[in-house]
């Protein structure tokens, strides 16, 4: 069975500098890759995925995941992070059978 | 096109009672998969259907049922409600084997 991990539970960036949210993943054959944020009582939205192609995958408001297939990670990164970019963030891996979460990444942005 | 649309965003019910939740998957989407996430325990699947069968199921125990209908609309029963049912319950829409959508969530309280 496929599973995901998050390593850290919280990342703290200042604002303007690079953030990384890492992820590694565990599955038998190709994943299926995905991220989501998650603000304040809301539900997920989709920011990116990885089926095949490029490792270098870009996604919405400016993010984008680097897929490494020999380290099995799926990072997600950013170039300058916004305040705005504060909320929990998930990594999921989908199989024919199910999709499976991490336990999410709390980024905080400050000004 | 509309999103998810689950019904509805708020719940209180007392132990011992049953609830039903609703979602409306995003138009043309035939799978629909329904996740429990709590503070402890993160995201969790429950069951996934498509086409009004269930595909595959999570380990919850069977007080926990869903179905779908023709309309690809979804419904989540739980009942014998426990304290440890308050959650948010949420509901996603994909196309086969793509990035899945979520809608907004139910947020279930049992007092």
């Known amino acids: 069975a496929q599973s995901v991990a998050q390593p850290e539970d919280q990342v703290n960036v200042a604002e303007g500098n690079p953030l990384t949210v890492k992820c590694t993943y565990s599955v038998s054959g190709n994943p299926y890759l995905f991220w989501y944020v998650q603000y304040p009582n809301r539900g997920l939205q989709f920011l990116l995925k990885?089926?095949?192609?490029?490792?270098l995958v870009k996604g919405s408001y400016g993010f984008e995941a680097e897929f490494n297939k020999s380290q099995t990670s799926f990072h997600l990164k950013k170039p300058s992070a916004l305040v705005s970019d504060s909320a929990l963030y998930f990594c999921?891996?989908?199989?024919?059978?199910?999709?499976?979460f991490g336990a999410g990444t709390r980024l905080t942005v400050k000004p | 096109k509309a999103g998810v649309t689950q019904t509805p965003r708020y719940l209180i019910k007392t132990r011992g009672q049953q609830v039903t939740l609703s979602c409306s998957p995003i138009s043309g989407h035939r799978s629909v998969s329904w996740y429990q996430q709590t503070p402890g325990q993160g995201l969790q699947f429950l069951f996934e259907y498509f086409s009004e069968t269930q595909r595959n199921k999570g380990n919850f125990p069977g007080r926990f049922s869903g179905r779908q209908f023709s309309n690809s609309r979804s419904e989540m029963n739980v009942s014998t409600l426990e304290l440890g049912d308050s959650a948010l319950y949420l509901c996603?829409?994909?196309?086969?084997?793509?990035?899945?959508?979520f809608g907004q969530g139910t947020r279930l309280t049992v007092v």
């Open positions: 996603a829409s994909s196309l086969n084997l793509g990035g899945a959508f």
């Open positions: 999921a891996v989908r199989d024919i059978n199910d999709m499976r």
């Open positions: 990885y089926i095949t192609g490029d490792n």
